[in-house]
């Protein structure tokens, strides 16, 4: 039946009306909120071009994650800024690393929390590229050699979920053999498994220092053009053992999570990424978007394309508008 028998207006009316035929929702259980930490006492380097985010030392990221955790935050994603770089980002592997000591302190004061540990070399590596160097390229088999000893690394320290962003081919089955021979068998994988070379990443290489100091990252990221590529990559990851998949960027590629969703009954992250954040804060600072409401929409819109999970910079404020009974 059509108009004027049928008028969608009709459910529209009221808030309530719209509320009962809503179809999409989202609770802080589907916000993970990332954290920088870096060495130091009492430290929180404000970050620029990500206003609300900064670079923690471990006590102050303790107390962050506390208070997170009380807004309903369940998980965290860990980024480290080490003491120290090398040519193959050794300090990431370290029992003694930043994340490692980050990890501990928040097994021990915030128990509960589900900790995700970020598994890359960008943030350890003296070139800022996510691997070992041959010439000028990144080596992928000797990179996900590392990749693999900086997971039993992570796992050991406390990690929860082990999260690989490196891009490198083969590294899921390396990672779960290397958990698996060092008794994480039990430790899940969410493979950052489509992850774009992307602009949008741009405030968080401020956050994490962790710039390329040449060329870029196109020779192991995906090529933003590519749909049936992103299948591919997810369609591999699942076969190495992924438990969960991530899309990175999160906004501009609601086209690949809703293929994803369609394709595979694994549990779906979105990673909702600094630009992303970024462009929000900078709009809404100037008056130009309604900042709360804006963001809203983007998270329910990312739950929409299908994310169970939804990584944002914004966790925290998310949550703070949920529980004040935010409703569109
Ligand atoms: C590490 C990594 C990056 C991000 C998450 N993990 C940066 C990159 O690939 O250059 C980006 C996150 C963000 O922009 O918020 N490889």
Known sequence: MAFPQTRLRRFRKTP???RIVRETRFTPDNLALPLFACP??????????MPGVYQHSVDRLVETAKEAFAEGIRTVLLFGIPESKDAVGSSSW????IVQRALRALTAEVPGLIKVADVCFCEYTDHGHCGVLL???????????????QSVSLAEAGADVIAPSDMMDGRVGAIRQALDAAGFANTPILSYAVKFASGFYGPFREAAESAPKFGDRRAYQMD????REAMREAALDVEEGADMLMVKPALPYLDILAGLRQ??????????VSGEYAMLKAAGERGWIDYDRVLMETLVAIRRAGADLIFTYAAREAARLLAAGWVE
Not at 40 to 49: E, K, L, P, Q, T
Not at 94 to 97: A, F, I, K, T
Not at 224 to 227: C, D, E, L
Request: proline fraction near 7%; hydrophobic fraction near 35%; avoid cysteine.
């Open 16 to 18: 309530n009306l719209r």
């Open 40 to 49: 130091g006492h009492g430290v929180a380097n404000a970050i620029s071009s």
């Open 94 to 97: 370290s029992p003694d690393g």
């Open 135 to 149: 010439g000028a390229e990144v080596d992928n088999d000797a990179t996900v050699e590392n990749l693999a000893r």
């Open 224 to 227: 933003p053009a590519n749909g």
């Open 263 to 272: 394709r595979f009954d694994l549990p779906l992250a979105a990673y909702h």
